[in-house]
């Protein structure tokens, strides 16, 4: 059965969060490599995600 998950400000490709955020990564291929697999570990392809992201950033979302 097909879940809906609704997220807000992943921050893909945003280097500065690991700092201010005290995230445990060395780098930003990192951080996106970890969030994509425990995404994909929790959303399956029939799955529907709404992503309230913060239309005024100018990163790459996956």
Known sequence: MA???FTADT?????NVIKYCAR???S???M???M???WNAVVGP???VYNSYDP???FLFL
């Open 11 to 15: 921050h893909f490709n945003h280097a």
């Open 56 to 58: 005024a950033a100018q």
């Open 36 to 38: 994509i697999a425990r």
């Open 24 to 26: 445990p990564f060395a």
């Open 3 to 5: 879940k809906i998950f």
């Open 32 to 34: 996106n490599r970890e």
């Open 46 to 48: 029939e799955d529907t």
């Open 28 to 30: 930003i291929d990192e």
